[in-house]
């Protein structure tokens, strides 16, 4: 079973829109969650870490977390082209960093 | 700023073949790491090193060796290429070995074999 699940698998969004991307650790055992984004043939960036409860806002993106559900979420408002790309949650355990398969976001014109 | 050099960026091998790839960064970050990527899919990790000649498992460690001979390079091995296996390889670092410090990618090795 994976360790960190993301839902959905893909997500479409007209520009403009709102996407909310989900994040969930299996294990208990995790101090931090991060979102990175990964355009088409780039490495992945770090986009935004959280580590304690309740919210972070960077610009159009918003992050939350719940600790006690182990559930991270992130929110892009006002999407646009340019945010289309794959969005990797990841979450620190003892033995390391472990990511989930990502959410593939595309933003239509 | 800083930077992560990957070579090569394309390789191709045959099956049973030794192969190895190369980082080099000059953040003079402490710990590098290794990651494998699928067809665009999440990332696995494969080794990590936390300073110069120390190597640490991952949960993909076997069918590969690691090497990192000095803070600013660290090499990774495919034992012995599998038919048709086509991954990504991101090599990346990050300050210490604190998993709450933010990891910097390299641009990628991206492996065929055929």
């Known amino acids: 079973q994976q360790k960190v699940q993301q839902s959905p698998e893909s997500l479409i969004v007209p520009e403009g829109g709102m996407a909310s991307l989900n994040c969930t650790s299996s294990?208990?055992?995790?101090?931090y969650f991060w979102w990175y984004r990964q355009h088409s043939g780039k490495s992945p960036k770090m986009l935004m870490?959280?580590?304690?409860?309740g919210e972070k806002e960077e610009g159009r993106f918003t992050v939350h977390l719940n600790k006690a559900s182990l559930h991270t979420s992130l929110h892009i408002r006002d999407s646009q082209p340019s945010d289309s790309a794959l969005y990797l949650c990841?979450?620190?355990?003892?033995?390391?960093?472990?990511f989930g398969l990502g959410t593939r976001v595309s933003v239509f014109p | 700023g800083g930077i992560i050099t990957q070579t090569p960026k394309f390789l191709i091998g045959q099956e049973g073949q030794k192969l190895t790839l190369k980082c080099q960064q000059n953040?003079?970050?402490?710990?590098m790491y290794w990651y494998r990527q699928d067809s665009g899919k999440g990332l696995r990790l494969i080794y990590y090193?936390?300073?110069?000649?120390?190597?640490q498992k991952g949960d993909l460690s076997e069918g590969y060796d690691a090497s990192r001979e000095k803070k600013s390079s660290f090499s990774l091995t495919v034992t012995s290429a599998q038919k048709n296996e086509m991954a990504v390889f991101l090599c990346?670092?990050?300050?210490?070995?604190?998993?709450?410090?933010?990891?910097?990618f390299g641009p990628g090795t991206r492996l065929t074999v055929l």
């Open positions: 990346a670092s990050s300050i210490e070995g604190d998993w709450g410090d933010e990891q910097y």
């Open positions: 294990d208990r055992n995790v101090d």
């Open positions: 870490s959280i580590f304690s409860n």
């Open positions: 990841a979450a620190n355990y003892a033995q390391g960093l472990t």
């Open positions: 953040f003079n970050h402490d710990t």
């Open positions: 090193s936390i300073t110069e000649n120390d190597l």
